[in-house]
């Protein structure tokens, strides 16, 4: 039989880690969910996922698949015209508070699972992943004040991080039951092909424009810049997971998972450090005529002081810390709880998106629907909806981003896989035991 498997990260494809089934990309958000497999083998055949949030700018009026076809016939609204809606224009955010932009993509390849006997269990896999995040985005920095800036008045932006990077993972995949109520597992992932980049303002700015042409900065401080172009680089990644079963009631169960704990420091780049002081002047025109990334080092190398010029990269994964909670409420309904927080080690680090989510699921053999609620940063709400049906399953975290008529269109989330393993279950073929065994309809 075909069916779905889950594609993890940044908004956290939760239609697929909830629930009765467990399939191998479920370790993505908790590695002792392999245990939970039914089957004694799988094979993980290409997976998709794909997301976006950000309140830095909106489409008036629209959707994923309307902005997906009429891409070149969106227009930019100006300043003055930025409230009143118009369907298909972008226009970005006027309120006087901070913004972000959130992304991520994931390409699951092919992957394979193999339960070895009652206690251990061993997957691997491959697949690509790209994050791309600026939380905290200053009030200063959001499109129309950067834009329409006054000469002879003083700005102030706050501290800013943002990063981007994409990469190729080859995992394996661990999972042991230490008890019968007490499973743990470890995925250890070697990553490749890193291409991306960074930039950290790392102290707060006071800057002034004494004419339309330049920018005066009023205050010192650092920041650095830094870009990885050919695609190389080898790191190390590691998730780290405990599932507790029967906790609260029977045939409930518990998760927590530290995940994407590591990095990589041996990426063949260039990381930039620069000092600013007090009276520095850059004129707008040398930033607006370059054309790639060494044109942008040598113009700041001739604006700014010099710190250090490095050829390694340094990044941290996006790591967070995630629990999980799953509880019966009848025969093939259940409810479910996931909670991911990120935790920010490093000035040089990929971060992803908090969330706290709530779902029911009903779980068949050759039906599932995936009912969830999704409390995006704690505090936009996102419904919904996935469906497993014998060979396809197919979702969203965000499903009415899809094809219904948002008043500012500025999220959504999609996600599809493909997974093989054997139509009948040899557990089946067994005349079940008249001890008190825990069963379950798959």
């Known amino acids: 039989m075909i069916v779905i498997s889950q594609i993890g990260s940044g908004q956290e494809a939760n239609g697929f880690f909830m629930g009765r089934n467990k399939t191998l990309i479920s370790s993505s958000t908790n590695p002792a969910f392999t245990t939970q497999i039914s089957s004694p083998w799988e094979l993980q055949l290409a997976g998709i996922h794909a997301f976006f949030d950000t309140d830095y700018g909106h489409i008036f009026q629209s959707n994923l698949w309307v902005v997906s076809n009429n891409l070149n016939r969106i227009r930019e609204l100006p300043y003055s015209d930025a409230l009143i809606p118009r369907q298909n224009y972008l226009a ?36 690509g992943r790209a994050v791309a995040s600026v939380f905290d985005i200053p009030e200063v920095l959001n499109y129309y004040p950067l834009n329409n800036s006054f000469t002879e008045t003083e700005y102030f932006s706050e501290s800013l991080y943002g990063s981007g990077f994409a990469w190729v993972e080859y995992s394996l995949h661990l999972a042991y039951r230490l008890r019968r109520d007490l499973d743990i597992g470890i995925n ?18 006071l800057y002034i424009s004494d004419d339309i042409s330049t920018v005066r900065a009023l205050t ?28 609260f009631v ?8 530290i995940l994407d704990l590591g ?3 041996t990426v063949d780049g260039r990381d930039l450090k620069l000092r600013y002081t007090p009276g520095d002047v850059i004129v707008r025109e040398d930033y607006r005529t370059l054309t790639d990334s060494e044109d942008l ?6 604006d700014f002081e010099l710190v250090s010029d490095n050829s390694n990269v340094p990044l941290l994964y996006p790591t967070a810390i995630s629990l999980q909670y799953h509880k019966p409420t009848s025969k093939y309904w259940s409810m479910n709880l ?4 990120r935790i920010n080690l490093s000035r040089k680090q990929l971060r992803r998106s908090n969330s706290v989510v709530a779902a029911m699921v009903y779980d068949r053999k050759n039906l599932a629907i995936h009912i969830p609620l999704t409390f995006y940063e704690y505090k936009n709400v996102k419904a919904g909806l996935a469906a497993r049906f014998y060979y396809l399953t197919i979702g969203s975290d965000d499903v009415f981003s899809l094809f219904t008529s948002q008043r500012r269109f500025n999220s959504s989330d999609f996600y599809i896989s ?9 557990n089946k073929r067994k005349k079940p035991s008249k001890k008190n065994v825990e069963c379950y309809s798959f």
């Open 92 to 127: 970005y955010k006027v309120d006087d508070s901070q913004s972000h932009i959130d992304s991520r993509a994931e390409l699951s390849g092919p992957g394979f699972f193999y339960r070895i006997n009652d206690r251990w269990n061993v997957g691997l896999s491959v697949g």
């Open 220 to 247: 010192g401080g650092e920041f650095s810049i830094a870009t990885v172009e050919n695609a190389n680089g080898q790191g190390l990644n590691i998730d780290l997971g405990v599932v507790k079963h029967n906790v």
């Open 297 to 302: 080092y040598d113009q700041l190398v001739e």
């Open 250 to 257: 029977k045939g409930d169960h518990l998760g927590i998972s």
């Open 263 to 265: 990095g990589t420091f």
């Open 188 to 205: 250890l992932s070697i990553t490749d092909k890193h291409i991306g980049g960074a930039a950290d303002i790392s102290n707060n700015v």
């Open 418 to 426: 493909l997974n093989l393993y054997p139509i009948i279950n040899p």
């Open 338 to 341: 996931a909670w991911t927080q």
